[in-house]
């Protein structure tokens, strides 16, 4: 299983945790918290390595992807197909409270026993769905994470961090490693979209023509305008 270690500001997969640099920096936060939380998964949860580099990268894109949902892929307005939620009391409120839970920042103030039904919600009606994020949260796929106070402990850690703080050199490092990590186990489909997607997020003059973000973008809002034109039809 991977934690990360620093030295002379490089990165490197390890057994044990040997961070050695100024522990009030933003990356050596993020770095304690990783490596803090893959112990948790290991030891308290007892995933296998690779369920632990699933697990964390699932949730450090999706922390990452914060910002973005609402100024780039406007989650918020995709048009859904909302019977994957099944029959629901009130269905129109609760799809409003998946949409704005997807967001770790809100999900880390929700109470741990409802985290787990929370985050499937997410999955299926969001994730496995929206353009963008579909890519890399397959359908039928879920975390790995077994106990609910798990759930709650990694988020509320996760949430803790500024990822706009933590050095551009680190993350890509990290994406670098944890997801060639995972296409070993051919977890992730069209690998390059997906690094590049991210390293895009965190650094746009680092990858200044990316053909398949924008042609992703294009058919999000392709589907908007079919979704405004249905209803608009319905109106009339």
């Given at each position: 299983m991977s934690t990360f270690t620093t030295s002379d500001n490089d990165i490197s997969t390890e057994k044990t945790t040997q961070i050695q640099v100024d522990p009030n920096d933003s990356t050596t936060k993020f770095l304690n918290v990783y490596n803090e939380c893959v112990a948790?998964?290991?030891?308290?949860?007892?995933?296998?390595?690779?369920?632990?580099?699933?697990t964390m990268s699932y949730l450090v894109i999706l922390k990452i992807f914060e910002d973005s949902f609402d100024t780039r892929f406007f989650v918020d307005d995709y048009p859904y197909n909302t019977s994957v939620l099944g029959?629901?009391?009130?269905?129109?409120?609760?799809i409003k409270k998946i949409l704005r839970l997807s967001r770790i920042s809100r999900l880390s103030t929700e109470?741990?026993?409802?985290?787990?039904f929370y985050i499937k919600q997410i999955w299926d009606l969001i994730l496995s769905q929206h353009p963008v994020t579909k890519r890399i949260f397959p359908k039928d796929k879920l975390l790995d994470i077994r106990n609910k106070s798990t759930?709650?402990?990694?988020?509320?850690?996760?949430?803790?961090?500024?990822?706009q703080e933590v050095k551009d050199d680190i993350?890509?490092?990290?994406?670098?490693?944890?997801?060639?990590?995972?296409?070993?186990?051919?977890?992730?489909?069209d690998y390059p979209f997906e690094k590049k997607i991210v390293?895009?997020?965190?650094?746009?003059?680092?990858?200044?023509?990316?053909?398949?973000?924008d042609l992703v973008m294009q058919s999000v809002e392709e589907e908007k305008a079919k979704a405004n034109e249905k209803a608009n039809e319905k109106d009339n």
């Open positions: 948790i998964l290991d030891e308290v949860d007892d995933l296998t390595g690779i369920q632990v580099l699933r029959e629901l009391y009130n269905k129109e409120e609760h109470r741990e026993e409802f985290l787990p759930y709650k402990i990694v988020i509320d850690k996760l949430n803790s961090i500024n990822f993350m890509i490092k990290f994406y670098n490693e944890i997801i060639d990590d995972m296409m070993r186990c051919k977890d992730f489909k390293v895009k997020l965190l650094n746009p003059e680092l990858i200044p023509d990316i053909s398949e973000y």
